[in-house]
């Protein structure tokens, strides 16, 4: 079975562009959770979505939304960046939103800010 | 205070020697605990999952979780050189309305397996 894949993998942006990231959950899995992941702020839960319905949400301002599609797929969307938003975008999956399911990660998205 | 601590390292163990990264939280409400393995440049893989007290054994690695103690911990049997990466804790803190789950990390052990 097909892992998280993640796209794209590299990116690079200026300051006050947009960006939007995409993820596709392993085959099944209805629950896709974001984190963002620097060197001094560590992995950061962002947001939460399951059935196309955002769950959960981290402590990140307006500028970083998100969606799910119907077929589980999900979208996360950064605006006017700023190089502090320089950082690897991770995007797990897990097979349901219980408390206890597993959730398994993508590769990635290293988005580089100038 | 963070919600899950770890100690940063580097731990350096020999070769063959037992590896105990240890892992405390703050959330008396938190109900799964996991343990992810990070290679650099790579994602979190899932090394073990536990959820009751008490110890969960799988291959060389064993978790222990302490609830009452609010304290998880990885030991890595037979250390090899591939363990070498950091180990990154992390804590599922449901909301009490609405469901959600929500992955908290801490910073990570790096750990170093030397020949």
């Known amino acids: 079975k097909a892992g998280v894949t993640q796209t794209p993998r590299y990116l690079i942006k200026t300051r006050g562009q947009q960006v939007t990231l995409s993820c596709s959950p392993i085959s099944g899995h209805r629950s896709v959770s974001w984190y963002q992941q620097t060197p001094g702020q560590g992995l950061q839960f962002l947001f939460e979505y399951f059935s196309e319905t955002q769950r959960n949400k981290g402590n990140f301002p307006g500028r970083f939304s998100g969606r799910q599609f119907s077929n589980s797929r999900s979208e996360m969307n950064v605006s006017t960046l700023e190089l502090g938003d320089s950082a690897l975008y991770l995007c797990a999956s897990s097979l349901n939103d219980r408390i206890q399911e597993t959730q398994y990660f993508g590769p990635g998205t290293r988005l580089l800010v100038l | 205070q963070k919600e899950v601590e770890q100690n940063s390292g580097p731990l350096s163990v020999p070769e063959g020697a037992i590896a105990s990264l240890n892992c405390t939280y703050s959330d008396r409400g938190s109900q799964s605990f996991f343990w992810y393995r990070q290679y650099s ?45 950091t180990y990154l804790c992390a804590v599922n803190i449901r909301k009490l309305t609405g469901g959600g789950n929500k992955l908290t990390f801490g910073t990570g052990t790096q750990l170093k397996v030397e020949l």
Request: net charge negative; no cysteine.
């Open chain 2, 41 to 85: 440049g790579k994602s979190p893989e899932l090394i073990m999952s536990i959820y009751s007290n008490g110890d969960k054994e799988d291959g060389r690695f064993t978790a222990q979780l302490n609830k009452a103690s609010q304290y998880v911990s990885l030991l890595i049997r037979d250390s090899q050189p591939s363990d070498s990466a």
